[in-house]
């Protein structure tokens, strides 16, 4: 039943996409929890990055694609570099922004900022953040 299940998940549409844009072996993650431990905005987020994982693991990619998480990960690389499996969790992290963002959910919009925040901001600061935010197709 277990591995009928597993299969489920693996031949997912949206499994195998966070799969292929992230190029990641999701199902590698043994749930160590040393992603979380060196992510410097765990506490701020509604998902922690190894219940990012495990979610993914489990086929609910759509609850991911809806949470505040997947938009907090500032790219630092700190989970993948102390993943003993190797994978790149930002990675993972940016193909559910890139499916969120197909799928037209938009965490921020650029010209909403306040004046006085965009005047304050480095120009790198504001063209690096919407990068981030544009879809990768």
């Known amino acids: 039943m277990l591995l009928k299940l597993s299969k489920d998940i693996v031949n997912s549409e949206l499994f195998r996409s966070v799969s292929e844009i992230s190029a990641q072996k999701i199902m590698s993650c043994y749930q160590c929890g040393k992603c979380t431990a060196g992510c410097p905005l765990a506490d701020k987020m509604d998902y922690v990055p190894n219940e990012m994982m495990r979610l993914c693991m489990l086929g609910q990619i759509e609850d991911l694609l809806d949470s505040k998480a ?20 930002h990675r993972v992290f940016e193909a559910l922004r890139s499916l969120a ?10 010209e909403e900022l306040p004046k006085e925040v965009l005047d304050e901001m480095p120009q790198q600061a504001i063209i690096a953040g919407y990068r981030k935010f544009e879809s990768l197709e």
């Open 101 to 110: 963002l197909r799928e037209g959910k938009n965490y921020t919009d650029i």
């Open 70 to 89: 997947i938009w907090l990960c500032t790219s630092c690389f700190q989970c993948g570099t102390r993943c003993p499996k190797g994978i790149e969790v």
